[in-house]
Nanobody
């Protein structure tokens, strides 16, 4: 069993910042990719950013230059730092990990981020 615990969501004003975190625990050998996705009301879930075990990152065009992602492999934790937030960033944010060597997906329960004045 693998559990993902997310934290850091909430209400923030436009232009503000939030730092989410997601800690994985349980039967973990190693994790290939850690990342975040989001889903706004009435829309499909979309990629926000991911980070590989070697530190390589990938981010959606809509967040490049505003969001960064980092991970602590010793703690199996991933941290997206979200700056210059916009109302269109409002969504439920989901943590995702892809395990080594199976590439099996695990998802967190989601945390709400609301950007509003």
């Amino acid at each position: 069993q693998v559990q993902l615990v997310e934290s850091g969501g909430g209400l923030v004003q436009p232009g503000g910042s939030l730092r989410l975190s997601c800690a994985a625990s349980g039967s973990i050998f190693s994790i290939n990719v850690m990342g975040w996705y989001r889903q706004a009301p009435g829309k499909e879930r979309e990629l926000v950013a991911t980070i590989d075990s070697d530190g390589s990152t990938n981010a959606a065009d809509s967040v490049k230059g505003r969001f960064t992602i980092s991970r602590d492999n010793a703690k199996n934790t991933v941290y997206p730092q979200m700056n210059s937030l916009k109302p269109e960033d409002t969504a439920v944010y989901y943590c995702n990990i892809k395990m080594h060597p199976t590439w099996r997906d695990y998802w967190g329960q989601g945390t709400q981020v609301t950007v509003s004045s």
